[in-house]
């Protein structure tokens, strides 16, 4: 794992296993994400290389990272990325059985022919009816917090999400479904009011994996509470929009 | 069942109908992606008695995954360079349909969406092309031009401007 | 009613008993008379339908599927590599399993082009992939095989394409005399086009061909082998009720006997190759030599049983191939391989001989014919064969 944080505490977003024991490896740096794909030239796959030949050279030795590196473009680049990681970047831990998020993934059942359409065909969804098989909100890095009291309720989030995330709430106010929010951050920027979407990071948080909270009830049932918490995640929260600022 | 159409009379009718939502969430565009976006509006103004036809491209990959979908409204796939032959084929049909009292008499919008390789390339232009000669269809083609093959790897298109760079692009690696 | 006319004719006086919705033209010699004859079945009030003139083959097959999408009845067609250019269209009709029904106007494939005659490659090119295949005689035959090929794909039993091949010049420019149903017994025979809940329509929301993965793509295709076979079931249905119905039976639906009855030597062919073979027989069972032809209508789905049926226990078949298939396991034709791969199961397997003839529209006439039986009636009677597969009348 690439990370700037040390394995006890990346553990707790990790799903336990039953068996049998690992060693998670982590490798210091910032993590490379062009959200879905990785970036091929931050670094990340020399950094990822010089970490297997420090922890398994029987897969791969040192010089065989050498090697290879030297045979593309800016070798003395990479080699070096790859060096950092071996010398000193990595970190290891070993894992228990049943240590880690306590979540069971349940594989979803596939229908047989019989039971499927033919052609290649699906039964659609309903108006304002989101896709439930496919949801994407453990996907995000970040995640969009409101803070309700300053929102004007322009709409202009709602607007401009592109996964139609926000739900209008009664009294007008946009509440984020945070489980089909990829934290692009679009409504942060949009946003015209100065800190009242921010972006913070999602491992601040351990209500993921389908149990998100609900920012507006959570708002609703205890005001002072959520200014509280709000405040406390202000300072931790990206910079998305250096116009603002 | 069939599908009234409901005409907005106030602000807030509109503002009721606006916020229905046809392309919904759960699909696997990217972070951010603006054409998700835009295709949420182009599903909301267009309104429920609408057929979409969805050309190879990324905005159909990433928009349904077999087994499920983000359309809440009637959609079929066509070949990368159909876009304008499925449109074609879909207005017609519904035309002789109706002609002949097989369907019910109403208005329908068939919206054909396509990047810019499915519409500007690879043969779609002259689909698109023949597309138009027909006038007596009713139908809308909408080409999102982000200037590359983005799906397959940001190859090159004949979109792309000259100069940028793209994964066809030949250029020296060392 | 009873008219003189091509086979192409025919099929266009049959899409107007069909009644289509949509059809969507572009040239190409040999299957374009029948777009030009419904035409003017449009125009002179006949037929109520979209006629779309397309840009290209490929524009043209993907028009008529998207018609079927929203529940039209439609047909389409083209000839030689005409067809292949539409090839991507084509096999997404059969796995998004649209019913559309196409002609094949046989014709060589291209380079060098030019020969509009008749070759079976390009309805074969389709085999694989979910089209049922049948190839017709006589303009008679060419109509009714329309009919019964919409009462077929749109069975939601197997809701496939078929693809009529019709052998290029031979039979889509040859006129014959041919009776028209009346409409009457035609709505009788061919109930309208129902999609189910497969119709693409604002009051049936559904999503059609999403992009897939290996998870899916296993099932999707077991279900089109699951159609194909049911075809055969289907098929005979439609022709006991044609036969009914109109008062015409082709007896068996799959494959034409002609003589092959306590036969020692049978020929086997598709299309208008039996009007000289017939003739042959005739003679040659005339002079008391016992020789048979089998004509082969439904290439797919294939008629195993049939073949075994009327094959196995015979001295020697010879097949006559009005295609190739270079590399092919005896660098025979298809229909040789075909034969032999359903005859590896039989009793009594016969010998098998393969004549590769009559490409790019060469004639096989009466004489050839003649000389091809004697051939295999010597290697009947010498118990074996000599030479496989022979390139009949092929230019030294
Ligand atoms: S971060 Fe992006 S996906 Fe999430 S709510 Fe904001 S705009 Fe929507
Ligand atoms: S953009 Fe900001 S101010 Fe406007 S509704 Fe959304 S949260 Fe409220």
Partial sequence: MVSKRNPDELLKFIPARDSPPYTLVVVYGERSIGDFWTFPDDGTVERVLGAIAKVMPSILTLDDVKRYLESLDKPSERVNRALEAYQSLVKLREVRPGEGLPYKYEPPHLPGWKDMMIGGAIPGLKPNQRNPYFTGGTAKHYRPVINFDKCIKCSLCWEYCPDSVFDVTPDGYFNPALAYCKGCGVCAEVCPVPDTIIMVDEMEFEDGYGKFIDEYRAWKENREAYRKWFESLLPKAQVISVRKR | MTVSIKLARTVKDLLQMAQTEYFDAGHRTCQGCESAMVLRWVAKAAGPNTIVIGATGCMYVAN??????????????????????????????????????????????????????????????????NALTHTKYNFLILMYDNESSANTDIQETTMTPYGALTTFSQVVSR | MEVVGTGTDAVAYALMLADIDVTSAYPIRPYGGVM???????????????????????????????????????????????????????????????????????????????????????????????????????????????????????????????????????????????????????????????????????????????????????????????????????????????????????????????????????????????????????????KGERVGFLRIRWFRPFPTDDIIRYLSGVKVVAVVDRDYSFGSPFDGGAVFTEIRSALYEAEHRPLMMNFIGGLGGREITYNDAINMFNMALDAARKGRVEQRVIWYGVRE
């Fill in chain 2, 64 to 129: 349904t995954t077999y087994y499920t979908t983000a359309w809440a409204l009637p959609w079929i796939h066509t070949q990368l360079s159909g876009t304008g032959s499925a449109v074609v084929g879909t207005a017609a049909a519904l035309k002789a349909l109706m002609e002949k009292g097989k369907l019910p008499n109403e208005k329908i919008n068939v919206i054909g969406i396509c990047g810019d390789l499915g519409c500007a390339d690879a043969g779609g232009l002259s689909e698109v092309s």
């Fill in chain 3, 36 to 286: 030009q004859t419904v035409a003017r079945l449009i125009a002179d009030g006949y037929l109520k339908a979209e006629y779309i003139v397309a840009a290209h083959e490929h524009d043209q097959f993907e028009i008529v599927k998207h018609a079927s999408a929203v529940g039209a009845r439609t047909f389409v067609g083209s000839s030689g590599v005409g067809w292949l250019l539409a090839i991507e269209a084509i096999v997404a009709i059969s796995t998004d399993r649209y019913p559309v029904v196409a002609l094949i106007g046989n014709r060589a494939l291209d380079d060098p082009p030019g020969a509009y005659g008749v070759e079976h490659n390009d309805a074969l090119m389709v085999r694989d992939v979910g089209w049922l295949l049948v190839w017709v005689d006589t303009a008679q035959e060419a109509l009714d095989t329309t009919l019964i090929a919409y009462r077929v794909a749109e069975d939601p039993r197997v809701m496939l394409p078929v693809g009529i091949s019709m052998d290029g010049a031979f039979l889509t420019h040859s006129e014959h005399v041919f009776k028209i149903p009346p409409k009457s017994k035609v709505q009788k025979f061919l109930p309208p086009y129902d999609l189910g809940n497969r119709k693409l329509h604002p009051s049936n929301v559904i999503s059609v061909a999403p992009q897939v993965n290996e998870d899916w793509v296993t099932e999707i295709r077991k279900q089109m082998d699951e159609a194909m076979k049911n075809a055969r079931k289907v098929i005979e249905e439609a022709y006991r009720d044609f036969a009914k119905i109109f008062g015409r039976d082709y007896g068996n639906p799959f494959v034409e006997p002609y003589m092959v009855e306590d036969a020692d030597v049978v020929m086997v062919g598709m299309g208008t190759v039996s009007k000289p073979i017939k003739e042959a027989v005739r003679r040659l069972r005339a």
